[in-house]
């Protein structure tokens, strides 16, 4: 699945936010470390929920994200969460 994140420059570097699970927000020094620890954050609930059973919640439209007041002050990144049989670091090989 995947999901918006708005990234927006923060204090002391970058702060990446979803608008699908309000309790995730990451931090990095550099654009590229907020958005590595975003798609931690993400995977590791993505793995929980997996454990609980719960299912991920379906993505919020766009017509819906761009109504957000972060929308308008943000940058926009899709983040990507690995099904149960993609390994960790994306990389895949598929076969036939």
């Known amino acids: 699945m995947r999901y918006v994140a708005f990234v927006t420059p923060d204090y002391a570097g ?9 309790d995730i927000a990451a931090k990095g020094l550099l654009l590229e470390d907020a958005l590595r620890r975003a798609r931690r954050e993400l995977s590791d609930r993505a793995h929980l929920l997996r454990i609980l059973g719960s299912p991920m919640p379906k993505p919020q439209r766009a017509e819906d994200l761009i109504q957000s007041p972060l929308y308008r002050h943000s940058m926009v990144a899709i983040i990507a969460v690995p099904g149960p049989w993609e390994p960790e670091d994306g990389n895949l090989s598929r076969f036939g």
């Open 14 to 22: 970058w702060l990446v936010l979803f608008p699908d699970f309000p």
